[in-house]
């Protein structure tokens, strides 16, 4: 992922080599004196690496579960990380539960030290990313004083390292982004009424996955992201209504499928997997899922969303 056009390659070469390994220290000392690239193009990884790699030299790690960790700062959670442990494991439970999945994947959660929490922060409501030997979730240190919060930011994370496990990485981001914010349970009215009354704000599949993949930090499209979360959010909730939440567990295994006949049916027929894969386990095609479910949320009710 190491951008060509940096200001200095080897350094952010060796520096995400590092980073993918979780070998912080290692990782912002390669950058720290090295630039961000021409036109700050690496800005954002440079400020995720340091979040990061400051935590890493203050926290302890305690182990919660076999699959499960929790990375902390002692002196900033102050006796709280029993708690916080109890918390995650729920959480991730839960969402487990839902999907119909068994914890098997190795998974670090970072609380991230409070002296990155800014408004510059790079991801200000957490992340999830694929490092060896384990998935890693990063959340802001501002969610510990907010358990509801806390819980659905590990929802919506763990969300992700089931559908990264389950689909192998071949799920879309609007895919991966409906489990996440389904799960999440962040709906927001406001949204759904601006897609009712505005129809144009309702994206096709290819715009949405553009708007979920190419996030920036210009102020002026942070609220498009926020329309597309809850738009990928608006779609996992109709697919589940359709056959339950645990069929989407299903939806993400199909779209990994590999086997020989499933690889000559998709290509005979033009398919990419998750059109394949919709019309295997739901019976429809991907523009006939977004026209369905847009139809579907403006006959909801408003007042019990």
Known sequence: MA??????????????EHYYQDRMDAAF???????????AELLRW??????EAVTRQKSETIEVTSWLSLEFVPEQLMGLESEMAQRTLESCDEVAKRIGWTHS???LLSILAEETDAPWAANPYGYCVSKEPYEKICLPNYLVDDPVEFCQAVAHEYAHVISTD??????PRWVEEAVSVLVERRFDRGTWSTFCNNPGTWLAERDLEAVLTDRTDEEGKKDDIWR?????GWIGRYLASLRGESTLGEFLREI????????????IKGRDR???????VYGLSKKMLFDTAYHWICELDGDNL
Do not use: M
């Open 228 to 232: 597309a979360y809850q738009q990928a």
């Open 3 to 16: 951008n060509p056009h940096a200001a200095d390659t080897p350094h952010w070469e060796a520096a995400f």
């Open 105 to 107: 994947v190795k998974t």
């Open 46 to 51: 440079y400020r995720v690496i340091e979040a």
């Open 256 to 267: 990994a499928n590999e086997s020989p006949a499933v690889n000559l049916i998709r290509s």
């Open 29 to 39: 000392f390669e950058i720290e004196d090295h630039g961000v690239g021409e036109g």
């Open 166 to 171: 389950v689909a192998d990485e071949y799920a």
């Open 274 to 280: 998750t059109d394949y894969a919709l019309k295997h």
